[in-house]
């Protein structure tokens, strides 16, 4: 089968739930593609020969990070740039979180309308807990375990796919409305982003130029740096920046700068420090999944 699938990742996290879609999709004997979507919504259509790719492939997935209980804009920008199938097609959606909230799962709802509008048919929806990248720095060892995790979940749910078992998210009362109201992080998040600014410390070596998914950022000739209007508020830039020295607008308290190293607990102090961060929605999140995978497992 021809799998195609299409991601966005602020700070790395849905790629790596995308990627391991895509192995867990190879090694089931699957021909699979991923595709990043950043940049793509800066042209009004899609380029050809993705247009081409996505009406070729037999099961067509997107991913994306929650943010504010939604999908990001470019995420929905990019869904509204997929071609009408002359075929109805399945798909999957899948998107990470800080927070295993149930009401994170209203996040799809304008982007699965969009999809189905257009023809693909969403069969399959899941959600995983990853760290933090804005509002405060999940411990090494919570980072972790959330990304064990979703690599123990992930093959689950490519089974499910495979085996054409549906699986779609319960959503939350007035689910619909409460999106629609939180899409205001949206404008919001643009406004936000024209207030960024980058201190001192900056070495200029680009990385945050070069990496931003709508090219907001650029230097001008006096060296000066210049935030536009299309800022995601993905924390690409701030999250990657070396010298830690950009600055997030009104949110600047709430900054995650530097990669998470997803590495395994080292001491019991170490380990100590990630149960305090276990809250109850965290431990049932957890628990859910452990229940899911033994039984598999038997
Ligand atoms: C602007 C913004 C809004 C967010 N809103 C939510 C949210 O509503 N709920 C939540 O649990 N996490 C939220 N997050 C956290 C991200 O969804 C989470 O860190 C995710 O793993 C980031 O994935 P990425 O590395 O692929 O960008 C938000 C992050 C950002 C940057």
Not at 201 to 215: A, L, Q, R, Y
Request: glycine share 6%; hydrophobic share 35%; proline share 4%.
């Amino acid at each position: 089968m021809k799998i195609l699938i299409c991601y966005f990742s602020g700070t790395g996290n849905t790629r790596r739930i995308a990627e391991s879609f895509a192995y867990n999709l190879q090694v089931r004997g699957n021909d699979v593609q991923t595709v990043s979507i950043d940049g793509l919504t800066l042209e009004k259509k899609l380029p050809q020969e993705l247009v081409q790719q996505i009406e070729q492939c037999d099961l067509f997935g997107i991913g994306y990070p929650v943010y504010a209980f939604n999908a990001p804009p470019i995420a929905l920008g990019f869904a509204k740039r997929l071609p009408r199938l002359v075929q109805s097609k399945r798909a999957f959606v899948f998107n990470c979180s800080g927070e295993p909230l149930k009401l994170n799962n209203i996040s799809s709802l304008k982007l699965c309308g969009l999809l189905r509008r257009r023809r693909f048919d969403v069969t399959n929806e899941y959600h995983y807990c990853m760290p933090y990248n804005i509002m405060f720095r999940h411990s090494d060892e919570m980072a972790h375990k959330m990304w064990e995790t979703a690599q123990a979940l992930v093959p689950l749910d490519v089974e499910e796919i495979l085996q054409g078992q549906k699986h779609l998210l319960k959503r939350v009362k007035c689910g619909k409305l409460i999106a629609w109201v939180m899409r205001c992080q949206q404008w919001g998040g643009q406004l936000n982003g024209r207030m960024y600014r980058v201190s001192k410390d900056c070495v200029k070596c680009g990385k945050c130029v070069n990496s931003c998914p709508t090219h907001n950022i650029r230097i001008t000739k006096k060296g000066k740096f210049r935030f536009g209007g299309k800022c995601l508020m993905c924390m690409r830039c701030a999250h990657l920046c070396p010298k830690n020295a950009i600055k997030i607008g009104m949110f600047n308290s709430w900054k995650v700068n530097g990669p998470y190293t997803f590495a395994q607990p080292k001491n019991e102090q170490e380990q100590q420090k990630y149960n305090k961060m276990l809250t109850k929605a965290y431990a049932q999140y957890f628990d859910e999944a452990e229940r899911r995978i033994n039984n598999e497992k038997h």
